[in-house]
């Protein structure tokens, strides 16, 4: 059962209402704005109950049930995550990536070898994402070991795209600090223009990734915020799970 709230959910922010302001004793109009925003608004979002005791016995199972879920509940680019990585201060790093496949190795995307994620996991080849769903107030944690599949994957993965995602890959220097944009809009023309004349071309830079769990935590919001956390974790090759505070 979903709690309706007892005054109904402001409207977001308009630009123009809400900026950031300076320091004060008085909360901006930003975080005014900020506070009348709500989490899980019962207009848009359903709270599943969800039985942590019922869940499969590994992680793989259970997000591939999630997802499916959300994808049928209309939830807007389910298929993007939160990668987080870190340098080699092991000062972190985060971007959205696209999620490509999940199977028993692991959660799969792509990306060039040379770009600051890249560089980063050359170095320190261990990873986080994160998914956000809010339709089903739900988040999925990963974290674990990065690897890197052979070249044909990730050129067998690219070419099943769109000509605009060969485009994007061929445009190269992700990343690398761009002079000006028309710089990027001539490069990008030449692009289009190669993955439509050699819809094969080789994007050697372009990468396949796979983050091999080690741990993966699952979140249902719940409206009295007794949110269920379950976290499995890989212990001698097996999946062991708990429970964990909100
Ligand atoms: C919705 C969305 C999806 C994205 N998907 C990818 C992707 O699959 N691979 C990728 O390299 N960059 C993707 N990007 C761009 C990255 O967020 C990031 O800007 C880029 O990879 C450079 O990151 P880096 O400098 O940390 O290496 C995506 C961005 C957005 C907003």
Same mark, same amino acid.
């Given at each position: ?9 402001s ?5 123009? %209402?809400?900026?950031? %302001? !300076?320091?004060?004793?008085?909360p901006?109009?930003? /975080? ?6 709500? /989490?899980?608004?019962?207009?848009? %979002? ?29 939830e807007? !680019? ?14 972190p790093?985060?971007?959205? /990536? ?9 959660? @799969?995307?792509?990306s ?13 080849p $261990? ?14 944690? /990963? ?7 052979p070249?044909e994957?990730?050129h067998?993965d690219? @070419?099943?795209? %769109? ?7 061929l ?5 690398e600090?761009?002079?000006? $944009?028309? !710089? ?23 990468t396949? $990734? ?21 976290? $499995? ?8 799970t !708990?429970l964990?505070?909100?």
């Amino acid at each position: 059962m979903i709690e309706r709230p007892a005054q109904p959910p402001s409207q977001p922010p308009s630009r123009s %209402s809400a900026q950031p %302001s !300076e320091p004060s004793s008085q909360p901006s109009e930003f /975080v005014e704005a900020l506070r009348g925003l709500r /989490v899980w608004d019962p207009r848009v %979002s359903a709270l599943p109950l969800f039985d942590p005791a019922a869940a499969p016995a590994e992680p793989v199972a259970l997000f591939a049930t999630w997802f499916g879920e959300v994808v049928a509940a209309g939830e807007v !680019e389910p298929h993007t995550m939160s990668l987080a990585t870190a340098d080699a201060e092991g000062r972190p790093d985060v971007r959205t /990536v696209m999620l490509h496949d999940v199977d028993a190795r692991g959660w @799969h995307f792509a990306s060039h070898s040379g770009s600051r994620k890249g560089r980063q996991l050359a170095a320190l080849p $261990y990873a986080s994402l994160g998914f956000y769903w809010p339709l089903l107030g739900r988040q999925v944690r /990963v974290r674990g070991r990065v690897t890197v599949e052979p070249a044909e994957v990730a050129h067998a993965d690219l @070419h099943t795209r %769109s000509t605009g995602a060969l485009a994007a890959a061929l445009v190269g220097h992700q990343s690398e600090v761009l002079s000006s $944009y028309e !710089e990027l809009e001539r490069a990008s023309e030449a692009a289009w223009a190669r993955a439509e004349r050699e819809p094969d071309v080789a994007v050697p830079s372009w990468t396949a $990734y796979v983050v091999e769990p080690d741990e993966v935590e699952f979140f249902q919001g719940d409206a009295r915020r007794r949110h269920v956390r379950l976290d $499995y974790r890989r212990e001698d090759g097996r999946w062991a799970t !708990e429970l964990l505070w909100p």
